[in-house]
């Protein structure tokens, strides 16, 4: 089993999907969203789910979509708003390259708005998110590896940002510029004994 690169966790609104997909394309690894499982297994939309069979059996097929997620893909890896609040998963990603995507809650309004079809933001939806982000922070920085916010970011800065959190960053390739300039003792390459 080969371990996902980057696991990304965070709220709605945060850019788990947008910055999973660049981080992919930056590692030339694959990008994985078990959110996007759970509705191809069920084959509708999450909150159809919600609404069809209710919320403890979401859950249960989070469960199994993460755990499946993070046995079999090596690549980028985003989890569902909720789904660190399983104490079986937060076991699962211990030890993990987990990033905790933090945004506030007015750029997480700009980014998705909150009347998108959210199931646990339909009433109330400002309030509704400060009260599960209370509930879940401590859970994201629990699994956490590091925190990046994304407050005032461009998606490209914030995958720029969990790469140097996680130190990520691939070497470029040999007979490259960027690979000459990085050599020990190109010229203008300082180096430190």
Do not use: C
């Amino acid at each position: 089993m080969t371990p996902p690169l980057v696991v990304l966790v965070g709220p709605p609104g945060a850019g788990k999907s947008t910055v999973g997909a660049l981080l992919a394309e930056r590692l030339g690894a694959g990008y994985r969203d078990t959110d996007a499982d759970i509705e191809a297994g069920a084959g509708k939309p999450i909150p159809e789910i919600f609404i069809d069979q209710g919320e403890p059996h979401f859950r249960e097929l989070e469960r199994r979509a993460v755990r499946a997620a993070v046995e079999s893909h090596p690549g980028v890896l985003s989890l569902g708003g909720g789904a660190i609040m399983d104490e079986g998963t937060r076991a699962l990603l211990a030890g993990l390259p987990v990033v905790f995507l933090d945004v506030q809650l007015a750029d997480a309004v700009r980014r998705v708005g909150l009347d998108a079809p959210r199931p646990l933001l339909a009433v109330n939806p400002r309030q509704r998110w400060r009260e599960l982000m209370e509930a879940r922070r401590p859970r994201y920085t629990e699994v956490a590896r590091a925190v990046v916010g994304t407050d005032g970011r461009t998606p490209e800065e914030v995958a720029e940002a969990v790469l140097d959190a996680l130190q990520l960053h691939t070497p470029p390739e040999a007979g490259t510029p960027a690979a000459d300039a990085a050599a020990p003792g190109a010229p203008g390459r300082e180096e430190h004994p």
